[in-house]
């Protein structure tokens, strides 16, 4: 019988390992790629949806549509909750088990509170879109409620909006709901003036995109000031509850109101490297995630790999010491080929070889018109930032859209949004105020009759 | 102090009647519009979402962003739960209260279950974009739990859907469902064969699109079947839950399994209705509908009107008998005309006017190509069916869609389709099997080991 792979996760790692068997490369094998959800989701533009910029289809494609293509791929959608090295099974949540004779474990990361979970309901994190339209819905529905509250004090608490990690998350937020609210809603409300919003972005480090050259990290922060947001740097989060967050700098403690918070601090690696190492014995580092060979395999099993958020893995460029492999698409993509090409390996018998990460750089994004790149080329280091990083960070990102019709709606999307400040998918399905009002009873209590436009 | 118009509900009554006090119409008012959601729908493209051919900015415009260039308009998000005729005053849910000099009542209509709510959660309706959510997530995970049903009568019950009412929006489900099934999906899987699946249409009444003329019907019933679906006239449910419904017919009771039913049979004023008839001692007829005088005010209550799906109101064409306005969105347009031309009217001292309904005619989309057109002409009434009637009717709607780039999306969106048979917003969010697992412990007690691809 032919091999049978399994694929845990299809993000940008899995999905690639499973191309990668695509044609006649894949021709002796049988694949099955099992996922949480029924899409891939094109993460680098998540905070898109929940700023409203972009609608869900336009960054999601259902997976199984991405392999109609290729006959010896069987998509299920279900949650593995256990795996069994020994019998070489996968268990799904519910109780169906799922056989292979290689493993490839790339279910990613998700967010993490440092362990205080306590947290997540008043500053949800951006993981998948619900997380995205959860983060829509507080943004737009604060200012709803805000035009409705009569108390000054209630009403610049719902126009405070804070994000919580000045990583390129944290900062596409907060860049984004500056332009929102400096651009696209003045001119909507009656009662409230949108630009009288604060957006502050608190970071526990000595600077923002901590992982760019310090000197782009600056001219971050330069141009978050310019859109608007007030940037807290070594500011450590010690609180949060349905009134706001309490900060401690070196200049001491403070309580920031606010009914939308945003969380981009922490990532933790997926529950099942956990499940991993109960299974193989494997190590999983402070991250939880699982540090494996340099061939990305699990020490001892060779037939299971693991790739892209959830590994912590090396790269090995022969003549350097190994490098620890950032925790971005290209890294997971890269990760999915080698595997991918390991097992080729593995049926051909031949020996492995151990993953070597090319680095094309790093770019991040601010807002309108403002961006950080910061590329490797052969004449060294290639780093600038404003207007031209934003229009190449833009193509760079719609080129590596998946889907040609998705990339063609998003430029339209953008193009309509650059020129009329405008954001297509303002829209809340479950508008309902009582989550901010429940933390706000104020307007029950609100003095009578008054004209409605007064 | 300027007359106080407040307008509860912005769908197409609303937001016709604020609109007509736009500009030097509106110079000397201030009006307020309520709605308790943050979008504008255009209702006859809903179940283009509902079957994920369009994502729902595409079909939802912000209010307040409809009415961002109208300076007398204030856009207020809340739900009105009381209205005092007396105090002239309407009580949001929060407890706010609102003045009105004048009121223009446009709640709409809910779906109604016949007294048999029971069934809701069962047989989803479609009247807000969560509802189409709903039945979009239910329909595509029906077809991945089928993927993953090992028990073929339980997967049989998986592909089998089922639609409850023969209107409009009846054959617009049923048809876009067998169109997925037949022309979408296939390919995509590897253990069932979409094509498979056996969409269901089940009519009380003797025909379908029963306002139409009977050849149009018939038409319509015809078009259905070649797209597949198996139309059950006169068939009466009598009992939905969780593994499909009863239904009688002349040929007797039968049972029809199913894990996806919709429900598109029963509509149902909105609850303010009665509120109203507490507030004014208004009458209600048997939809709930309040009962309107030829000018759309409330017996005795000339300051507060009634339009739309609420009102249950008559056209007064000179030298013909009132005839009842029907329920679409022309009806309730030309109804928010007549309400704000009254209001001026009366602001101007002088005598309102009796409603009267332009009928333009009548057209419903059965699925790919297919439609039936009845418009009346000087030549009097001029009928077809067919790919022109499809052509027609996709053109009258994207033109009438609300807002210029949502028209070019949607019909780029359609375009692709068209071509492709892809469905772009094929895209679930919260992907959870559990609400179908539950109903189906089957998979749970799956027997052991299998290969994947299997």
Request: aromatic content about 8%.
């Amino acid at each position: 019988m032919r091999p049978q792979i399994l694929i845990i996760g299809c993000g940008f790692g899995g999905l690639e390992a499973a191309r990668a068997f695509s044609g006649s490369r894949g021709a002796d094998v049988d694949i099955t790629v099992v996922d949480k959800t029924n899409h891939h989701l094109f993460q680098p533009l998540l905070y898109q949806v929940a700023t409203a910029g972009l609608s869900a289809p336009s960054i999601a494609a259902p997976i199984r549509h991405l392999f109609r293509r290729q006959p010896n791929v069987t998509t299920l959608l279900g949650e593995v909750v256990a795996i069994d090295a020994q019998a070489r099974t996968a268990t799904l949540k519910d109780g169906a088990l799922l056989r292979w004779d290689h493993l490839i474990v790339a279910a990613g990361a998700t967010h993490s509170y440092f362990g205080r979970d306590d947290w997540a309901p008043y500053a949800p994190g951006l993981k998948t879109l619900d997380d995205a339209f959860e983060i829509r819905r507080r943004v737009l529905m604060a200012f709803e409620a805000a035009e409705l509250e009569d108390d000054a004090a209630k009403r610049a608490a719902l126009l405070q909006f804070v994000v919580v990690g000045g990583g390129p998350t944290g900062v596409e937020l907060a860049g984004t709901f500056a332009e929102i609210a400096r651009h696209t809603l003045p001119g909507e409300f009656r009662r409230i003036d949108p630009r009288q919003a604060r957006i502050l972005l608190v970071e526990g480090g000595p600077r923002v995109l901590a992982a760019m050259p310090e000197a782009l990290s600056e001219r971050a922060r330069e141009q978050l000031s310019a859109l608007g947001v007030d940037v807290r740097l070594g500011a450590r989060v010690t609180g949060i509850d349905a009134d706001g967050l309490d900060v401690t700098t070196a200049a001491g403690a403070e309580r920031l109101h606010s009914r939308c918070v945003v969380w981009a601090a922490g990532v933790a690696a997926s529950p099942l490297g956990r499940a991993l190492a109960e299974a193989t014995g494997c190590t999983l580092d402070r991250a939880g995630r699982v540090v494996v060979e340099p061939d990305l395999s699990l020490p001892g099993h060779p037939r299971i790999q693991v790739i892209g958020d959830l590994a912590a893995a090396q790269s090995h460029k022969p003549g350097h010491p190994p490098r620890p492999v950032p925790g971005v698409s290209p890294g997971a993509k890269q990760m999915g080929r080698c595997a991918a090409a390991n097992i080729r390996r593995q049926l051909r018998g031949e020996a492995t070889q151990a993953f070597r990460y090319a680095d094309y750089g790093n770019l991040a994004t601010i807002g309108r018109n403002s961006a950080v790149v910061d590329l490797g080329s052969p004449a060294g280091p290639l780093r600038f930032s404003g207007y031209f990083a934003w229009l190449f960070w833009l193509f760079a990102h719609v080129y590596f859209l998946i889907g040609y019709r998705n990339r063609f709606v998003v430029l339209l999307d953008w193009a309509w949004a650059y020129w009329t400040y405008d954001r297509g998918a303002r829209v809340v399905a479950n508008a309902a105020l009582p989550a901010l009002s429940e933390a706000s009873p104020a307007s029950a209590s609100r003095p009578a009759p008054r004209p409605p436009a007064g």
